[in-house]
């Protein structure tokens, strides 16, 4: 059989999408090859949270976990929901809890009208300008591609962990069965093609928006414009390119 037709014929068998049978194709050998109509330097991602729209419902992490073979098991995540209880007396001690990442949803847990905050908040690698991971990285296998997206080469990566040591936003694993580092990449086997990513299309409120923002008419400019948006852990100046609009104060 020829090695097309083996991983399409793999996709199939473990329900994967065409883009994700794409991402075996190409990701699991390292390959950073884009279709020849895709001109990198011609684009540069980002990616917008809208934290009102948030419900919690999870499907952007099972969705994640579908299209990138990320283990099923608890603790592997290229994206995660957290949910932020806060008291008003106490703010700078907010508790948070993230079951199984939000992979399953959010049980009710906390009675409406008792003066409470809550909500949800969608985290995953955010794609910085200025990447700690990608200065500590020994060998050069976690780079930054022309069009702004923090990728890692598998046929490199030596595992060392020193990347998930200095990312500040605990964006990293090693992965199980490959003993190599992995994150979110933006779904990058899909966005090189026109699409969307995994996350953002399946998210049923719209909370999450993928944007190039080297294309002035994307909507992600407008989003940026109206809205007051923050980054997470700006102290650190890592030029994140994920933004958040109504970012509460007491997320860390």
Same mark, same amino acid.
């Given at each position: 059989?020829? *090695?097309?037709?083996?991983?399409?014929?793999?996709?199939?068998?473990?329900?994967? @999408?065409?883009?994700?049978?794409?991402?075996?194709?190409?990701?699991?050998?390292?390959? @950073?090859?884009?279709?020849?109509? $895709? =001109?990198?330097?011609?684009?540069?991602?980002?990616?917008?949270? !809208?934290?009102?729209?948030?419900?919690?419902?999870?499907?952007?992490?099972?969705?994640?976990? /579908?299209?990138?073979?990320?283990? &099923?098991?608890?603790? %592997?995540?290229?994206?995660?929901?957290? *949910?932020?209880?806060?008291?008003?007396? !106490?703010?700078?001690?907010?508790? #948070?809890?993230?079951?199984?990442?939000? %992979?399953?949803?959010?049980?009710?847990? %906390?009675?409406?009208?008792?003066?409470?905050?809550?909500?949800? +908040?969608? =985290?995953?690698?955010?794609?910085?300008?200025?990447?700690?991971?990608?200065?500590?990285?020994? #060998?050069?296998?976690?780079?930054?591609?022309?069009?702004? #997206? +923090?990728?890692?080469?598998?046929? $490199?990566?030596?595992?060392?962990? $020193?990347?998930?040591?200095?990312?500040? %936003?605990?964006? *990293?694993?090693?992965?199980?069965?490959?003993?190599?580092?992995? =994150?979110?990449? &933006?779904?990058?086997?899909?966005? @090189?093609?026109?699409?969307? @990513?995994?996350?953002?299309? /399946?998210?049923?409120?719209?909370?999450?928006?993928?944007?190039?923002?080297?294309?002035? =008419?994307?909507?992600?400019?407008?989003?940026?414009?109206?809205?007051?948006?923050?980054?997470?852990?700006?102290?650190?100046? /890592?030029?994140?390119? /994920?933004? $958040?609009?109504?970012?509460?104060?007491?997320? *860390?």
């Amino acid at each position: 059989m020829e *090695r097309r037709a083996f991983l399409e014929a793999a996709g199939k068998v473990l329900l994967l @999408t065409p883009a994700a049978a794409a991402a075996l194709e190409h990701g699991l050998l390292g390959s @950073t090859e884009n279709p020849p109509e $895709y =001109k990198q330097a011609d684009h540069w991602w980002g990616m917008a949270i !809208d934290i009102g729209k948030c419900i919690g419902c999870g499907n952007c992490v099972r969705a994640c976990k /579908t299209e990138n073979d990320v283990p &099923l098991e608890p603790y %592997y995540f290229r994206t995660w929901v957290e *949910r932020y209880h806060v008291n008003p007396d !106490d703010q700078d001690h907010p508790e #948070v809890d993230s079951p199984n990442g939000g %992979y399953d949803g959010f049980p009710e847990k %906390y009675r409406a009208g008792d003066g409470t905050k809550n909500f949800f +908040v969608p =985290k995953l690698c955010n794609h910085c300008a200025h990447s700690p991971c990608v200065q500590v990285c020994p #060998v050069g296998a976690t780079f930054e591609s022309p069009d702004g #997206v +923090v990728l890692v080469d598998r046929t $490199y990566c030596l595992g060392c962990r $020193y990347c998930v040591q200095a990312c500040p %936003y605990g964006c *990293r694993y090693i992965h199980p069965e490959r003993q190599t580092v992995d =994150k979110c990449s &933006l779904c990058y086997h899909r966005i @090189t093609k026109g699409l969307t @990513t995994a996350c953002c299309e /399946t998210c049923p409120t719209g909370a999450r928006m993928l944007g190039d923002l080297k294309d002035p =008419k994307d909507p992600i400019h407008e989003f940026l414009r109206v809205n007051m948006v923050q980054v997470l852990k700006p102290q650190m100046a /890592t030029g994140s390119k /994920t933004w $958040y609009a109504g970012l509460d104060g007491s997320v *860390r």
